[in-house]
């Protein structure tokens, strides 16, 4: 069985609004970009009380690069690491992963 221990949560802009997407889960939108990092800080936490080293990457913009937003500061995968936001959005991530995927792969949504 492989044993994940890391958990990333993008925040992406749609024509819907504001997603919150994480491991193939879609959680359905939010009116804007900042109710969207709320929620996603508050289930990247829930994953790390799991065990998850989790982190919060975020768009300014549809089509724009990912940024972290916040993270856990214990990022190698141990449980019980501290935490903390980044102010600003100084370390570019990855590409928007929006772009990507395929027509026939819908994704499941979460309350």
């Known amino acids: 069985m492989d044993a994940r221990t890391r958990l990333a949560f993008f925040i992406l802009k749609t024509r819907a609004g ?6 193939g889960f ?8 900042t ?6 800080i508050r289930e990247a936490q829930a994953a ?4 998850f080293a989790s982190v919060v990457l975020a768009q300014a913009a549809a089509g724009e690069p990912c940024h972290v937003r916040w993270c856990c500061a214990d ?3 141990a449980a019980g690491g501290s935490t903390r936001a980044v102010a600003g959005s100084p370390h570019p991530a990855v590409r928007a992963m929006a ?3 395929s ?5 499941e949504e979460r309350p």
């Open 75 to 77: 990022l190698g995968g």
């Open 48 to 51: 790390e009380r799991l065990g």
């Open 35 to 40: 109710d969207a990092l709320v929620k996603a």
């Open 103 to 107: 027509p026939a792969s819908a994704p």
């Open 99 to 101: 772009a990507n995927r």
């Open 26 to 33: 879609v959680y359905p939108p939010c009116a804007n970009q």
């Open 18 to 23: 504001w997603i919150v997407r994480a491991d």
